[in-house]
C-alpha cells in the first residue's frame, strides 16, 4: 500500500509546487496590472514625463530602455556564441580551458548586479570615459546576460552533433562546418537565449543607476545618459511622492513588454521543435 501511494504523493506534491508558483506569478501581475492598467494610454506611451514622474508619460524611458537593451543584446550575443563555439568545437569538455570557461560564467552567473554596476562604473564610465551613457550601461547588462546566452548556445549547438558529423564525414572544414551548418541549425535557441537575457536585462536597475543614470530626456545617441523602465519604477516609488499611479502603469509596460518579446522568441524556438523559454 505504501509503495502505492508514493507516485501519488510525488505526484501531489510537484502538482502543488506547480500550482504556487502559477499563484504567485498570477498574484503579482494581478496586482500590478489592476493598479496601473488604467492608466496605461497612447499618450501615456508618447509623452514625456512631467513634475518629476507624477504626471506625462513615459516616451523618452522606453526609447532609453530599448537603446540599453539593444546595446546589450548586440554585444552579449557575439561573446555568447563565441564561448559556445570555444566550448563544443575548440576544446574537449573535461580540459583545463573547459574547466575554466565554464568557471568564470558561473562566477559571471552569481555576482549581484550592484557588483556589476560598481565594475561597469569603472570600467566603462570611468577609463574608458563613456561617462554615463546608454552605451555604459548596455554593455555592462551584456556581461550579466553573457552566462545565460553562453549556457543557451552551447547546449544548443550540442544537440546539433549529428549535423557536425554528417559535415566532417562529407569532408568539409571545421570553420564551414560551424558557420554553414551549426550556428543556421541553432539560430533559434541561441535567439531564445538572448530572449531570456532580455528579460533579466530589461528589468535591472541597480547595475544601471550607476552606469546609464536618471536622466529623463529623449537621448540623441548611445552616449547620451538614459533612466530605464526599471530605474523609471524605481524612482517613482521610493523618492517620487505622489507618484505611485504612473510606478504601476510604468510596471505594467515593463512586464507586457517582457511578456512579448518572451512570446516572440517561444514562437521563433518552438518551429524548431525546441523550448528553452
Same mark, same amino acid.
Given at each position: 500500500?505504501?509503495?502505492?501511494?508514493?507516485?501519488?504523493?510525488?505526484?501531489?506534491?510537484v502538482? @502543488? !509546487? =506547480?500550482a504556487? *508558483?502559477v499563484l %504567485?506569478?498570477?498574484?503579482? &501581475?494581478m496586482?500590478v496590472v #489592476?493598479r496601473g492598467?488604467?492608466?496605461?494610454s497612447w499618450?501615456f506611451?508618447?509623452?514625456?514625463p512631467r513634475?518629476a514622474?507624477?504626471?506625462?508619460?513615459?516616451?523618452p524611458?522606453l526609447?532609453s530602455?530599448?537603446?540599453?537593451?539593444?546595446?546589450?543584446?548586440?554585444?552579449a550575443?557575439?561573446l555568447?556564441v563565441g @564561448? !559556445? =563555439?570555444?566550448? *563544443?568545437e575548440? %576544446?574537449?569538455?573535461?580540459? &583545463?580551458?573547459?574547466?575554466l #570557461?565554464?568557471?568564470?560564467?558561473?562566477v559571471?552567473?552569481?555576482?549581484p548586479?550592484?557588483?556589476?554596476g560598481?565594475?561597469?562604473n569603472?570600467i566603462?564610465?570611468?577609463?574608458l570615459?563613456?561617462?554615463f551613457?546608454?552605451?555604459?550601461?548596455?554593455?555592462?547588462?551584456?556581461l550579466?546576460?553573457?552566462?545565460?546566452? @553562453?549556457c543557451v548556445?552551447?547546449?544548443?549547438l550540442r544537440?546539433?552533433?549529428?549535423d557536425?558529423?554528417?559535415?566532417?564525414?562529407?569532408g568539409?572544414?571545421?570553420r564551414?562546418i560551424?558557420?554553414s551548418?551549426?550556428?543556421?541549425?541553432a539560430?533559434p535557441?541561441?535567439?531564445a537565449?538572448?530572449?531570456?537575457g532580455?528579460?533579466?536585462?530589461v528589468?535591472?536597475?541597480?547595475?544601471?543607476?550607476?552606469?546609464?543614470?536618471?536622466v529623463?530626456r529623449?537621448p540623441?545617441s548611445?552616449f547620451?545618459?538614459g533612466r530605464t523602465?526599471a530605474?523609471h519604477?524605481?524612482?517613482?516609488?521610493?523618492n517620487?511622492?505622489?507618484g505611485?499611479?504612473n510606478?504601476?502603469?510604468?510596471?505594467?509596460?515593463?512586464?507586457?513588454?517582457v511578456?512579448?518579446?518572451?512570446?516572440?522568441?517561444?514562437?521563433?524556438?518552438?518551429k524548431q521543435g525546441?523550448?528553452?523559454?
Amino acid at each position: 500500500m505504501h509503495r502505492n501511494l508514493r507516485p501519488f504523493v510525488n505526484d501531489l506534491v510537484v502538482r @502543488a !509546487a =506547480v500550482a504556487a *508558483v502559477v499563484l %504567485v506569478l498570477a498574484a503579482i &501581475v494581478m496586482h500590478v496590472v #489592476t493598479r496601473g492598467a488604467a492608466l496605461v494610454s497612447w499618450d501615456f506611451l508618447t509623452t514625456a514625463p512631467r513634475a518629476a514622474g507624477r504626471a506625462g508619460g513615459i516616451a523618452p524611458v522606453l526609447v532609453s530602455t530599448a537603446a540599453v537593451t539593444g546595446v546589450a543584446l548586440a554585444a552579449a550575443l557575439p561573446l555568447a556564441v563565441g @564561448a !559556445a =563555439v570555444f566550448l *563544443v568545437e575548440a %576544446v574537449r569538455p573535461h580540459t &583545463v580551458a573547459a574547466r575554466l #570557461t565554464r568557471g568564470c560564467l558561473g562566477v559571471l552567473a552569481a555576482v549581484p548586479s550592484i557588483v556589476f554596476g560598481l565594475a561597469g562604473n569603472m570600467i566603462f564610465c570611468d577609463w574608458l570615459g563613456f561617462g554615463f551613457s546608454i552605451l555604459a550601461g548596455g554593455l555592462t547588462l551584456a556581461l550579466m546576460i553573457l552566462p545565460i546566452a @553562453a549556457c543557451v548556445a552551447e547546449t544548443t549547438l550540442r544537440m546539433h552533433g549529428e549535423d557536425r558529423r554528417a559535415g566532417y564525414a562529407l569532408g568539409l572544414p571545421q570553420r564551414r562546418i560551424v558557420w554553414s551548418i551549426m550556428l543556421p541549425a541553432a539560430a533559434p535557441g541561441i535567439f531564445a537565449g538572448l530572449g531570456l537575457g532580455f528579460g533579466r536585462a530589461v528589468a535591472e536597475s541597480a547595475a544601471l543607476i550607476f552606469t546609464s543614470g536618471y536622466v529623463v530626456r529623449m537621448p540623441d545617441s548611445v552616449f547620451d545618459s538614459g533612466r530605464t523602465l526599471a530605474v523609471h519604477i524605481l524612482d517613482l516609488a521610493m523618492n517620487v511622492p505622489g507618484g505611485d499611479g504612473n510606478a504601476f502603469a510604468t510596471a505594467t509596460v515593463l512586464l507586457a513588454s517582457v511578456a512579448a518579446v518572451v512570446a516572440l522568441f517561444t514562437a521563433l524556438d518552438s518551429k524548431q521543435g525546441r523550448d528553452f523559454v
